[in-house]
């Protein structure tokens, strides 16, 4: 078991907007958005096989043998371990990297992640996804806000607006 001794500061809680994939680039991303108010979306670039799984575990469609990631909650159900967050804990080199925050009869443990995986365990158990502040200034994009109110634009518009800042970047613009 790979256990990491990252020391993370400020973390923001997240949601999962969705999982897309983009044109003309066909990159798959994972997309997070602020749940205390915020107005800043975090893309993440992921590969196919993880872009399914997180999309099978939000439609809730059961395969007729379980995904390696509905295996790993079975096993962590299994030996009554629950997974109580996932945290998106540094962007170095382009890559981001990502935590398991692990509560056992043995204490809580963190092992180290890909952040595509933990959202696709993270979806599938319920658990809370953060990201670090430090992550979120290097590789967020701002929401506008709509005009006339404090009320969030419907989830149309944020992703209209995410998809205009796609057209206009590319993964050698998330350098830590």
């Known amino acids: 078991m790979s256990l990491s001794s990252t020391n993370v500061g400020m973390m923001i809680e997240m949601e999962l907007v969705g999982v897309r994939i983009e044109l003309p680039s066909n990159a798959p991303i994972v997309l997070l958005r602020e749940t205390n108010g915020g107005d800043r979306l975090l893309p993440i670039f992921i590969g196919g096989a993880e872009a399914q799984a997180i999309a099978l575990a939000v439609e809730e ?5 379980p995904m390696t990631h509905d295996l790993f909650k079975s ?3 299994n030996l009554g371990v629950r997974l109580e967050r996932i945290v998106v804990t540094e962007l170095r080199d382009r890559t981001f990297y990502a935590e ?3 509560v056992a009869d043995s204490g809580p443990q963190r092992v180290s992640s890909r952040p595509s995986d933990a959202v696709a ?3 599938r158990t319920g ?3 953060f990201v670090s502040e430090e ?3 290097a590789a967020g994009h701002t929401v506008e806000a709509q ?3 404090d009320d969030e634009p419907p989830p149309e518009e944020v992703l209209d607006q995410f998809r205009e800042f796609l057209d206009h970047v590319t ?3 998330f350098n830590g």
Do not use: S
């Open 100 to 102: 398991l925050e692990l």
């Open 127 to 129: 658990a809370a996804i």
């Open 171 to 173: 993964p050698e613009d």
């Open 61 to 65: 469609v059961e395969t007729p043998r």
């Open 135 to 137: 992550v979120l200034e």
């Open 75 to 77: 096993v962590l159900d």
């Open 121 to 123: 365990l993270a979806v």
């Open 147 to 149: 005009a006339g109110g």
